[in-house]
């Protein structure tokens, strides 16, 4: 999980780091927060699936995703960063709602 968290961390923190329109002290904290919201959502999505009988893998919803994330891109040269970027933050999604998910299950037994 420590390794998901820090994988998600650097993918969030890349348009902050590389910003040049944010104060240099101002980084920190609203990355935190941007971090904490992510986080919150997660949580929230984890419980709507794990309510629902729903799997956090859903591959058809992941190419919708990316077909859409595509087609706003169009022939940008940067599309194929953006893609792989969405990507990996789907993948640490769906790890950390599975996190949650099985604490749930663990715990309603």
Known sequence: MKKVLVVFILVLCSPFVYSKNLDQSTRPQQLIQLIQQREAVMKDVAAFKFNRGISPYDAQRE??????????MGHSKNSAAVLVNAQILMDVSKQIEAYWMDYWEKKSH
């Open 63 to 72: 190419r919708a995703v990316l077909s859409n994330i595509e087609k706003q």
